[in-house]
């Protein structure tokens, strides 16, 4: 396994623990389709949360939030109505939420949570 997908799977666990701890019920993990990956899916009380998390050791290259760009939230979108349609879920509102993490190699990861990016 490289680094990087180590550091996605630790940053993608703690985003997973950090939702759960704000009641939310995660549905699903690293969901796959044809048109790409849903990192988390988590039920909000009535609404399905769409959730992608990004983990960087550094802000040499930007906040890890910043590297969702406008075409990944559209991915997000049509990935969001195929997981949806798909799972027999029915929620009545759907949220794209991004999890940034930063993790120090001295020091406590840092997670930001963004509900409702658009």
């Known amino acids: 396994m490289r680094v990087s997908d180590a550091l996605g799977r630790f ?3 703690l985003a997973a623990q950090h939702l759960m701890a704000a009641g939310m019920e995660v549905l699903d ?3 796959r389709c044809s ?4 990192d988390i899916v988590a039920r909000d009380g009535d609404t399905l949360v769409i959730c992608e998390v ?13 590297a969702v ?10 990935l969001a109505a ?13 949220r794209l939420d991004v999890v940034g993490i930063l993790t120090p190699r001295d ?12």
Request: aromatic fraction near 6%; glycine fraction near 10%.
């Open 35 to 38: 048109i790409g990956e849903i």
């Open 54 to 66: 990004k983990t960087r050791r550094s802000l040499t290259f930007g906040h890890p939030v910043a």
């Open 29 to 31: 993990r690293n969901w």
């Open 82 to 94: 195929e997981w949806a349609s798909t799972s027999g879920i029915r929620a009545r509102t759907i």
């Open 11 to 13: 940053g993608e666990q």
């Open 107 to 118: 020091g406590q990861p840092i997670i930001e949570h963004i509900r409702g990016v658009s």
């Open 69 to 78: 760009t406008p075409i990944k939230l559209r991915r997000l979108r049509r």
